[in-house]
């Protein structure tokens, strides 16, 4: 969870920042001023009007751009677990055990068989469009000679996304996965811990993924992209 206090000084240090705020989006910008104000006054303790109104002003959509700022601000630190999700800035869930063991396994059974073929990215972002960027548990992204250091991957630098979750399954398919489509994500991967399953969806549309199918233990899968990389589900799930 953020630090209220630190979350109630930043906001009273914002007036320069808003000011770059109002050069990329002027239209909005009485909105912006408005949110954050009564947001900083609802964590002061106002009244349930004043903080329902909050939670109304508070659905400005932030860009990429301002979530960007708010990290060189000193807003977000890379102490704050979140993603920006169609505007959104949402807090993640913490990675207990079982979700970290499963990325650790996926990583290891991927990098064995893929060498030089793809780069295997752990827990990085991928900035979809003008107001998403999501942190990945782990995608296998197009070679580049710099490995992605002079900017993140976008969707079609990516050949697989592969999401594992232990409880939030069904935010994931309601979420991520639908923005995953929308963006060109050729194929995901949502390994459900808490059902023994993993769902692949491949064929993206700006609708959802046209097909989707769900691997059991006893059976095996492979990324489209790289189809002699066949994992079983057993190895996956553990």
């Known amino acids: 969870m953020l630090d209220r206090e630190r979350i109630l000084a930043k906001l009273?240090?914002?007036?320069?920042?808003?000011?770059?705020?109002r050069e990329i989006a002027p239209r909005s910008f009485e909105e912006q001023t408005l949110c954050l104000r009564h947001y900083r006054d609802?964590?002061?303790?106002?009244?349930?009007?004043?903080?329902?109104?909050?939670?109304?002003?508070?659905?400005?959509?932030?860009?990429?751009?301002?979530?960007?700022r708010m990290v060189e601000a000193g807003i977000l630190t890379e102490e704050n677990r979140v993603e920006l999700l169609d505007g959104e800035i949402v807090e993640m869930a913490p990675i207990g055990s079982r979700h970290a063991a499963c990325v650790n396994r996926l990583t290891q059974l991927l990098a064995?068989?893929?060498?030089?073929?793809?780069?295997?990215?752990?827990?990085?972002?991928?900035?979809?469009?003008?107001?998403?960027?999501?942190?990945?548990?782990?995608?296998?992204?197009?070679?580049?000679?710099?490995?992605?250091a002079q900017s993140h991957p976008g969707p079609e630098d990516v050949l697989l996304v592969a999401e594992v979750t232990e409880a939030s399954a069904e935010y994931d398919r309601k979420v991520k996965?639908?923005?995953?489509?929308?963006?060109?994500?050729?194929?995901?991967?949502?390994?459900?811990?808490?059902?023994?399953?993993?769902?692949?969806?491949?064929h993206p549309s700006s609708e959802g993924y046209r097909e989707l199918s769900a691997v059991q233990p006893g059976e095996s899968l492979a990324p489209l992209a790289l189809p002699d990389l066949v994992l079983s589900a057993e190895a996956v799930l553990d």
């Open 177 to 202: 996965v639908p923005l995953y489509s929308k963006f060109g994500v050729p194929e995901v991967w949502l390994v459900d811990l808490q059902g023994k399953k993993i769902e692949v969806y491949r």
């Open 42 to 68: 609802s964590l002061k303790g106002n009244d349930a009007r004043r903080t329902a109104m909050a939670v109304q002003l508070i659905r400005y959509r932030f860009t990429v751009a301002d979530y960007h």
């Open 12 to 21: 009273d240090e914002l007036d320069g920042y808003l000011r770059e705020l």
């Open 112 to 148: 064995e068989q893929v060498g030089r073929r793809a780069i295997v990215s752990i827990q990085n972002p991928i900035p979809l469009g003008e107001h998403s960027e999501p942190q990945t548990d782990l995608a296998l992204l197009k070679p580049r000679p710099d490995f992605y």
